[in-house]
């Protein structure tokens, strides 16, 4: 479950922890471009109205589910979240909202592995914030404004997800553009092919592996 903020403190010595790590992190530069209002107003509807309940992606059985979950969450850095409850929970919420974007699961996985390596407070020296490294401006662009909300795992993702989505659609599904896009280095090879390596990490072919696992 996705857990708000209980006090100021604890959010003011996470934001130190956070600028602490910001000098390791290689954030995600998004550029700000003016948009036509009515993609404006599509982006603003596809990262509204999302709850803090740990929603329910899609899978193709039961055994997916579990299969999927299972390795995934032995995959994430142990050190990051020891608890199961919290990173099944994780994996849900980012299965659920790049599914909802159109977008590869892995390639989430991989893009957050990237940017923030799986840290909930990182900040990078542009002011990135949170696992998908999301600037700041696009909450006042398509959002109500309040930065600190890219720190929630459900609203960061929701955000990242959509961004990227955003760029895949201008790059006409692109994905080597579109990841220079989120990175704010179109044209330059070295963001995508980080990316693409960490893709390897998340590699998952359902079948394959559902079948292995019943033998």
Known sequence: MVVPFSSGGRLAGALFAACLFASAVRAGEQQYEPLAASLQTALSAAISGHSREVPEPVFDSVAHKVDWLSRMSARLPRKWKPDHHQRIAFLKTLRYEAQRAGLDPQLVLAVIQVESNFRRYAVSRAGARGYMQVMPFWTRLIGDGDESRL???????????????????????????????????????????????AM??????????????RR
């Open 200 to 213: 390897k990490r998340w590699r998952y072919d359902p079948v394959r592996a559902i079948t292995t696992a």
């Open 151 to 197: 720190f929630d795992l459900r609203a960061n993702l929701r955000y990242g997800c959509t961004i990227l989505r955003h760029y895949l659609d201008i790059e006409r599904g692109d994905l080597f553009r579109a990841l220079g896009r989120y990175n704010g280095s179109l044209g330059r090879a070295t963001y995508p092919d980080k990316v693409f390596r």
